[in-house]
């Protein structure tokens, strides 16, 4: 099921790469949960984060995501993740590498926690250092 997991991950990441942020709605398990950065890093369910997620796109244009790099882990996958956009009123652009970790099951995601730390997002994701 890994394979199968980091294919449909990959295949959403390549859309969001793009600025097609449309995608990825059926990744998630209707029980799915996630952990944005900041936000005293709340645990959201589905539409929660999407109200999130509608908040903070409000605030940027070109707003992309793109995977760096994909580690499969089984039932998790760990990404590092460049996320690019411009101020919407500001016009400062940004590029920025963060760490994602998604948790699968049953060919779902069920969890997905964003860390701006390496270490953490490896901790996070059951590995050490």
Do not use: C
């Amino acid at each position: 099921m890994s394979d199968e997991n980091l294919a449909r991950l990959g295949a959403a990441y390549r859309e969001w790469a793009k600025g097609n942020l449309e995608v990825g709605e059926t990744l998630y398990a209707e029980d799915a949960t996630f952990i944005p950065m900041g936000e005293g890093r709340a645990v959201l369910d589905r539409g929660g984060f999407r109200r999130f997620m509608q908040s903070f796109l409000s605030e940027w244009e070109g707003f992309t995501m793109e995977a760096l790099d994909m580690v499969d882990l089984g039932d998790k996958v760990l990404v590092t993740e460049r996320q690019r956009a411009r101020g919407h009123g500001s016009g400062i652009e940004i590029d920025q590498v963060f760490y994602a970790v998604w948790s699968f099951r049953d060919g779902f995601v069920v969890r997905v926690r964003w860390d701006p730390d390496l270490a953490e997002a490896r901790k996070a994701a059951g590995l050490s250092g």
